[in-house]
Every structure is written in C-alpha cells, then in structure tokens.
C-alpha cells in the first residue's frame, strides 16, 4: 500500500511564502525520485521541482531562485519552501514518486492560492 500526503497549501498574498511537505509510505523512499508537479485549472500539469536519490535537483525555469526542493530519508518526506509567491503560481500541487523506468505514485493534491 503506497501512500503520499502533502500538507501545507493554503492562501497567502503574492510575495508571500508557503512550505509544502509530502511524507511517503508504503515505498523504499530513499531509491525514489520524488517531484513536485502544479495544475492550474485549464492547464496542463507540469514540473516544479524534482530531487533525485542523490539530492541532485531540476526546477521549473518559472520557479528557479524562488523555490527550493529538498527531502529527509529519515522521515520519508520531501519538501517544497514557496517564496516570493506570485498569482500565477497558483495552482493544485501534487506529491509524486517514480523509480527510473517505472510509472509513479501521486499523493492527493493540496491547493495553493496566491491571491492577487
């Protein structure tokens, strides 16, 4: 039973800044790839921010300088600090979790509103 739950979305003014966090269960956490993905709605779901087992990281070029992934094995966590939050950030951001190869696992969503 694979498990992913975020917390951590809720509504701030823009410039603001929010920490979202994802604990895992139910996987070997420390050999996946773990990423951040937002969908607007209207929008396709795209890439935010992705750590790999190393702690090698890649951003989305419209959140890089603002945003920073990280995670901790030791809670089977991983993490997005949100600051410098602008409207168009706005979005539902989902937990995933992928093995290289492999189809993944999402958690549920958490909203992030940034009010305009």
């Known amino acids: 039973q694979v498990q992913l739950v975020e917390s951590g979305g809720g509504l701030v003014q823009p410039g603001g800044s929010l920490r979202l966090s994802c604990e895992a269960s139910?996987?070997?956490?420390?050999?996946?790839?773990m990423g951040w993905y937002r969908q607007a709605p209207g929008k396709q779901r795209e890439l935010v921010a992705a750590i790999a087992p190393g702690g090698s990281t890649n951003y989305a070029s419209s959140v890089l300088g603002r945003f920073t992934i990280s995670r901790d094995n030791t809670k089977n966590t991983v993490f997005l600090q949100m600051n410098s939050l602008k409207p168009e950030d706005t979005a539902v951001y989902y937990c995933?979790?992928?093995?290289?190869?492999?189809?993944?696992?999402w958690g549920q969503g958490t909203q992030v509103t940034v009010s305009s």
């Open positions: 995933n979790a992928r093995l290289v190869g492999r189809d993944g696992y």
């Open positions: 139910g996987i070997r956490f420390s050999i996946y790839s």
